[in-house]
């Protein structure tokens, strides 16, 4: 009696020389195993193995900082002095420019931002004003609303046209 059988609780012999169904993965239990010739028939292949892997040569590796000069088929180069000044003055070329205009825009950023403050600084003074106050400042920037009181507008207007009745002198 095989593993299959066992697990089915059935011993008919019709049952047992029929080719059992592929169980899922879900439904196999640990008794049925997988052996590599199974798993050659579906496809599937081995790949290197570790075992054949040669220990690292440099048992104990050094951690620290290095200049790569030490590099197997590297040379260091000697840089001449001109050379050297040459590669600085590349460099530098520009840095003057970029400088001008790093400072430029910190100031400009500066300038938003105080602007920024002061204008939100009017607004809160602008909010604690009493009706008085904030008629006077209509008034002195030119906004008040003038027909409001009907008849000292008419009087004004006959005194710029030079009406003089004798009923407001």
């Known amino acids: 009696m095989d593993a299959l059988e066992a697990l089915s609780g059935s011993s008919s012999d019709s049952?047992?020389?029929a080719e059992p169904e592929p169980q899922p993965a879900a439904k196999r239990s640990a008794a049925?195993?997988?052996s590599l010739e199974d798993l050659q028939q579906h496809g599937y292949s081995g790949g290197p193995s570790v075992l054949y892997v040669p220990p690292p040569a440099d048992?104990?590796?050094?951690?620290?900082w290095s200049s790569g000069a030490d590099r197997k088929g590297v040379e260091p180069v000697q840089e001449s002095r001109e050379e050297r000044e040459r590669n600085r003055e590349a460099v530098t070329s520009g840095l003057d420019e970029e400088a001008r205009l790093a400072r430029a825009a910190v100031s400009h950023?500066?300038?938003l931002k105080a602007g920024r403050?002061?204008?939100a600084q009017a607004q809160?003074?602008?909010a604690n004003l009493s009706w008085k106050?904030?008629?006077k400042r209509k008034r002195e920037r030119g906004q008040q609303a003038s027909s409001k009181n009907y008849i000292e507008e008419e009087k004004r207007r006959a005194r710029q046209y030079g009406m003089v009745s004798g009923f407001d002198t």
Do not use: F, G, L, V
């Open 15 to 17: 049952e047992a020389e």
């Open 32 to 34: 049925t195993k997988i």
């Open 59 to 64: 048992a104990d590796p050094n951690w620290t």
């Open 109 to 111: 950023a500066q300038q």
């Open 117 to 119: 403050r002061a204008e």
């Open 124 to 126: 809160k003074e602008a």
């Open 133 to 135: 106050q904030k008629e």
